[in-house]
């Protein structure tokens, strides 16, 4: 969490700029696009919740590997199929870091294709930037929204219920 909050912190200052009454003088088109996909949350958010999510749901269930039990997901087992041997804490490490490095990219790849559209209709529409600019932040954040919720919230919940079953039988 203090990791989150510190990225968000040094978001909003990168993100800062200086009211103007004036039209600011625009950049090149890739430029642009670029800066305002890496300055922009809901590039990162996505990934970074789910990433967060399965490792805390990860972590908490290494308790049961180690009094036996199995893992249900596939992906995090030796064999591939569910309800068996784990594979080690680093191994699921690395498989939670590449889905979170795979989110971010299509997170990125989604946020590139807005701003472009973003950035066409713009000239062609002068007289709406502001509607324009508006949609395009709505869009991108309901979307960010969505997969933020669909990545992490069955990890989320499954965390949670590691943490109350260690309780319970005296894991922890």
Same mark, same amino acid.
């Given at each position: 969490m203090k990791l989150c909050r510190v990225l968000v912190a040094v978001l909003m200052v990168l993100a800062a700029q200086t009211a103007s009454?004036?039209?600011p003088e625009h950049g090149s088109f890739v430029t642009d696009v670029v800066r305002a996909v890496v300055l922009d949350p809901t590039t990162?958010?996505?990934a970074f919740v789910a990433w967060e999510a399965t490792r805390l749901d990860w972590r908490s269930s290494q308790v049961f590997f180690e009094n036996g039990w !199995?893992?249900?997901?596939q992906r995090f087992t030796l064999s591939g199929r569910g309800n068996d041997v784990a594979v080690s804490y680093v191994a699921g490490n690395r498989t939670i870091l590449m889905d979170a490095l795979a989110n971010l990219q299509l997170s990125a790849i989604h946020n590139v294709s807005e701003r472009v559209i973003e950035r066409v209709l713009l000239p062609r529409y002068p007289n709406h930037r502001t509607?324009? !600019?508006?949609l395009g932040w709505i869009e !991108?954040?309901?979307l960010a929204s969505y997969w933020t919720y669909r990545l992490s919230a069955g990890h989320f919940r499954q965390w949670q219920e590691n943490e109350r079953l260690a309780r319970e039988f005296g894991y922890r």
């Open positions: 009454a004036q039209d990162y958010a996505p !199995r893992e249900s997901n509607l324009i !600019r508006t !991108r954040s309901a």
